[in-house]
């Protein structure tokens, strides 16, 4: 199959809201929010939410298309960090598994560090929670290496969210 890697539009909010939901179910503690918390919002808060990824200068948020059928089937951003000035972190990280296995990841995570690159952040990194195996797996092969960071998960304390850098940003 063939897949474009672009900047989602704020058109595809309904498509961007599936794509999220369809995520916070394959792996529910993966991700800041709930599956519930995110049923919840309105439809205005993911136009705004769509609209935000879509224009802003401040982050990111990248998306593969299945070039056959239109269908979102990964997603991927980048913002700066929450409570480190200086730093972006990678978000929202999720690819359907219809498309996993092919170079969609890879790809969403070149476009999104592309793009962190363009700004005035000092370094890139990433949360991936500790028994993320396969995709602490695919961070290394992309570059990122562990921090020694880590914190506990805000969806399962018994799990610890460990960060990673991707060390050839600068």
Do not use: C
Request: hydrophobic share 40%; no cysteine; charged share 30%.
């Amino acid at each position: 199959m063939a897949y474009t890697v672009r900047r989602t539009t704020a058109d595809e909010w309904r498509d961007f809201r599936e794509l999220r939901l369809a995520a916070l179910l394959d792996s529910p503690t993966n991700y800041g929010q709930t599956h519930e918390q995110a049923l919840a919002m309105t439809d205005e808060q993911w136009q705004e939410r769509a609209r935000t990824n879509a224009t802003s200068t401040e982050q990111a948020f990248y998306v593969a298309v299945d070039d056959a059928t239109g269908r979102l089937v990964g997603m991927w951003s980048a913002a700066p960090h929450f409570n480190r000035p200086g730093s972006w972190i990678v978000l929202g990280v999720f690819v359907r598994p219809e498309a996993r296995g092919t170079d969609v990841a890879r790809r969403l995570n070149q476009a999104v560090i592309d793009f962190a690159r363009t700004t005035d952040a000092k370094e890139l990194v990433l949360l991936v929670r500790d028994d993320n195996e396969r995709g602490r797996r695919f961070y290394e092969r992309e570059g990122f290496t562990l921090t020694g960071f880590a914190q506990p998960h805000n969806l399962d304390p018994s799990h610890d969210l460990v960060e990673m850098r991707y060390e050839d940003f600068r």
